[in-house]
């Protein structure tokens, strides 16, 4: 395993990771891509394409602020899973950037898809934190990878406001997805 982190817009492979992101997420739960791109060039946000010897393996898209980093959406290509590639990225992010939350849409009873996914991070270094929100309707659970960090409101709606620094995408991310967090049961 060679992997490679490569800046989507210095990529070959837009056209996969496209493919990848519109694959992995369901369509609530995602931001317009023209969005993600936009904001990925602001010198805080990282979207990478994941690459093993050339071979197209996945995405990730992080925000970075506050001496924290979000990890908004990371997806290895389904035809790349059960690889270890998802467990050696987290362990590569979590080596460079330390502190990192994540919010997963929350495991319900049944739902395996969601318990696996849970479970898949908590194998990999995220924590659970007892924080959940409600965001456009879907309830999300927060992951971080230090056991004990506080997760505030302020922190969540960072990672919304951190996104751009335009005027104009603040708003439209606004419209997008709710960022007046509520911490549910």
Same mark, same amino acid.
Request: aromatic fraction near 14%; hydrophobic fraction near 35%; charged fraction near 30%.
């Given at each position: /395993?060679?992997?490679?982190?490569?800046?989507?817009? !210095?990529?070959?492979?837009?056209? %996969?990771?496209? @493919?990848?992101?519109?694959?992995?997420?369901?369509?609530?739960?995602? +931001?317009?891509?023209? /969005?993600? *791109?936009?904001?990925? !060039?602001?010198?805080?946000?990282?979207?990478?394409?994941?690459? %093993?010897? =050339?071979?197209?393996?996945? /995405?990730?898209?992080?925000?970075?602020? =506050?001496?924290?980093?979000?990890?908004?959406?990371?997806?290895? %290509?389904?035809?790349? @899973?059960?690889?270890?590639?998802?467990?050696?990225?987290?362990?590569?992010?979590?080596? !460079?950037? *330390?502190?990192?939350?994540?919010?997963?849409?929350?495991?319900?009873?049944?739902?395996?898809?969601?318990?696996?996914?849970?479970?898949?991070?908590?194998?990999?270094?995220?924590?659970?934190?007892?924080?959940?929100?409600? =965001?456009? @309707?879907?309830?999300?659970?927060?992951?971080?990878? !230090?056991?004990?960090?506080?997760?505030?409101?302020?922190?969540?709606?960072?990672?919304?406001? @951190?996104?751009?620094?335009?005027?104009?995408?603040?708003?439209?991310?606004?419209?997008?997805?709710?960022?007046?967090?509520? +911490?549910? *049961?």
């Amino acid at each position: /395993m060679n992997l490679e982190y490569v800046d989507y817009f !210095k990529s070959n492979n837009k056209d %996969d990771i496209k @493919r990848i992101y519109i694959e992995s997420f369901p369509k609530s739960e995602r +931001f317009p891509f023209w /969005m993600l *791109k936009n904001c990925a !060039k602001e010198e805080n946000v990282v979207f990478d394409v994941i690459l %093993d010897n =050339d071979k197209v393996i996945g /995405m990730e898209y992080l925000i970075n602020y =506050d001496n924290i980093t979000y990890l908004m959406y990371f997806a290895i %290509d389904e035809k790349q @899973r059960n690889k270890g590639y998802g467990s050696k990225v987290l362990k590569d992010l979590i080596e !460079k950037y *330390k502190t990192i939350i994540l919010s997963i849409e929350r495991p319900r009873k049944n739902l395996e898809n969601s318990k696996n996914r849970k479970n898949f991070y908590l194998r990999n270094g995220f924590n659970e934190t007892n924080k959940f929100i409600l =965001d456009s @309707r879907v309830e999300y659970e927060i992951l971080c990878t !230090k056991k004990d960090y506080n997760i505030t409101k302020e922190i969540l709606q960072n990672r919304y406001n @951190r996104m751009s620094n335009s005027t104009i995408m603040k708003y439209l991310i606004r419209k997008t997805f709710d960022n007046n967090i509520n +911490f549910i *049961k």
